[in-house]
């Protein structure tokens, strides 16, 4: 099979021929026929992830095919079409993966949607819903709102029933977030926490940027606000002042969709079945906005470094 390998830190993907997989008790082989590109797959290169894979190694944290082969004890029938949150391995013509991270398609679905759903969806519904309690009426706010990540906020918060605020730089992407149903748009190079007070304040805050834009947000909140920082794709952790989140009851919810995998499973596969249900019945519209193909992978991660990707970047093979 061909993959993108990554063989040293800091360096390109390099297109290599290799054996291809085979599953295992639990797993299943996929024919991948198209591997989403997230933020997380640059921090690989760079060996700054929350999980590392020993090099060399072909990086894909989700993709979408066909179950080709099933190893002992997996329950999935060969020849279905499934979404997989593999973690890493999509970017390669086949892929093994635990049968329990897989998500049958709705018919209909292309490779292209599906390829790019899960993790930036899943983020979303699992942060919004049983992390923050996102409430129909609050006032959401969400940074880098034109990002794969942060579209999916906008969608969900607004299909939850929440008054959503899209932060996101340039009138191009801040129309993408207004196409996704945001109710307010504030450019990034603006003053935003002056513009969200002026809005009534923000009760949840949905942060994938860090650094300033965070510590703006996090001053624009009411008292008993929510915060989920997801991110930062401005390179910047900010540091969070606990004399702010006492005098303001405000909440902090560490979220990282990965680790929940191994912690919560249960909770990756009830999110996959209602993001799934949603999409076959037209409640959800993912956007992708780069279809590249797998010798164009570098370029694709150059888009979500250089945060020129709205919406999902996805690599076709």
């Avoid at 085979?22 to 024919?31: A, D, I, L």
């Avoid at 292309?110 to 899943?122: I, K, M, S």
Wanted: proline share 7%; with cysteine; hydrophobic share 45%.
């Amino acid at each position: 099979m061909r993959a993108a390998v990554l063989e040293a830190l800091n360096s390109d993907l390099v297109i290599r021929d290799m054996p291809a997989p085979q599953p295992g008790p639990g797993e299943v082989q996929v024919r991948v026929e198209a591997c989403g590109l997230n933020f997380a797959d640059t921090l690989v290169q760079k060996g700054r992830y929350q999980e590392n894979p020993d090099l060399p190694a072909v990086p894909g944290m989700e993709l979408a095919g066909v179950v080709t082969a099933v190893g002992p004890g997996a329950d999935m029938p060969v020849g279905t079409r499934v979404a997989a949150y593999a973690g890493f391995g999509g970017l390669a013509e086949v892929a093994v993966v635990p049968a329990a991270v897989c998500a049958p398609l709705p018919e209909g679905m292309p490779a292209t949607d599906a390829a790019g759903f899960l993790v930036a969806y899943a983020t979303s519904h699992i942060a919004l819903g049983p992390l923050a309690q996102l409430a129909p009426g609050e006032r959401l706010l969400v940074t880098g709102a034109s990002g794969g990540v942060g579209l999916t906020a906008v969608e969900i918060g607004k299909l939850m029933g929440a008054e959503v605020i899209a932060v996101a730089r340039g009138a191009e992407k801040l129309e993408i977030a207004r196409a996704a149903g945001a109710d307010h748009l504030i450019d990034a190079g603006d003053d935003l926490r002056a513009a969200v007070k002026a809005l009534g304040g923000a009760d949840v805050v949905y942060d994938a940027v860090g650094g300033a834009g965070f510590d703006a947000a996090l001053r624009s909140t009411n008292p008993g606000a929510r915060l989920l920082p997801i991110g930062f794709a401005s390179g910047e952790v900010p540091q969070i002042p606990a004399n702010y989140l006492l005098v303001k009851n405000l909440t902090v919810i560490g979220f990282w969709v990965g680790g929940y995998r191994s912690l919560r499973p249960e909770v990756l596969r009830q999110s996959f079945e209602t993001l799934m249900g949603w999409y076959a019945e037209g409640r959800l519209t993912p956007h992708v906005s780069n279809v590249l193909s797998l010798e164009r992978v570098n370029e694709g991660l150059e888009l979500l470094r250089s945060r020129k990707a709205t919406g999902k970047v996805v690599i076709t093979l």
